[in-house]
Each structure stands twice: as C-alpha cells, then as structure tokens.
C-alpha cells in the first residue's frame, strides 16, 4: 500500500511563496506518474501539476509560468514550488501517484492520494 503524506502548506500574503512536499512510502513510486491537484471550498478538485518518471512534467494554464514541480527519487519525494501566490490559489492541494508511466492530468486516474494540505493566500 502506497502513503502519500503531503506539508508544507500554510498562510502566505498574495505575491509569497510556498514549497511544498510530498513523501511516499515505498521506493518503487519513483516509476510513477505524480501529480498535484487542489480544491478550493464549494469547487471540483483540479489539476494543477505533474510529472512522470522520466521527468516530463506539464501545469495548469492557471499556474504556468508560478509554479514548478519536481522530484528527488532518491528521497521518494515530490515538490511543488509555489510563487507569487495569488489569493485564487487558496485551496487544499492533494498529491496523487499514478502506475502510468506517462503524465496524466484526471484525477480518476490515479492510483493513490494524500490527505491534503492546506494554502492559504491573502490578498
């Protein structure tokens, strides 16, 4: 069984910057797919980033160019580099492995999820 823990979440001023992380429990998840997704109250989770095994990555038109997402397969870990923040940005982001081998962007297609943390934006 796969574990998602994400953090790194918190309140930030619009224009700040967050990082956030998420662990997986097992190594083998390097091969995934990992991708992060958000939920904003009363709003459908969407996608926000991924990034395949290979390093592929793709984002949301929303968060091209503010974001980044990488990952350190040493330390099974995925990042989420977060700049100028904005306050739409508020939500909880959820980190997500998916068994493909190439980036997906539906959530109905991953495999595992995290319990979320949440980010805050004020303006």
């Known amino acids: 069984q796969v574990q998602l823990v994400e953090s790194g979440g918190g309140l930030v001023q619009a224009g700040g910057s967050l990082r956030l992380s998420c662990s997986a429990s097992?190594?083998?998840?390097?091969?995934?797919?990992m991708g992060w997704f958000r939920q904003a109250p009363g709003k459908e989770r969407e996608f926000v980033s991924a990034?395949?095994?290979?390093?592929?990555?793709t984002y949301a038109d929303s968060v091209m160019g503010r974001f980044t997402i990488s990952r350190d397969k040493a330390k099974n870990t995925v990042y989420l580099q977060m700049n100028s923040l904005k306050p739409e940005d508020t939500a909880v982001y959820y980190c997500?492995?998916?068994?493909?081998?190439?980036?997906?962007?539906?959530?109905?297609?991953?495999?595992?999820w995290g319990q979320g943390t949440q980010v805050s934006v004020s303006s």
């Open positions: 990034i395949s095994w290979s390093g592929d990555s």
């Open positions: 997500a492995a998916d068994r493909s081998m190439v980036v997906v962007i539906s959530s109905a297609l991953y495999d595992y």
């Open positions: 097992v190594r083998f998840v390097s091969s995934y797919t």
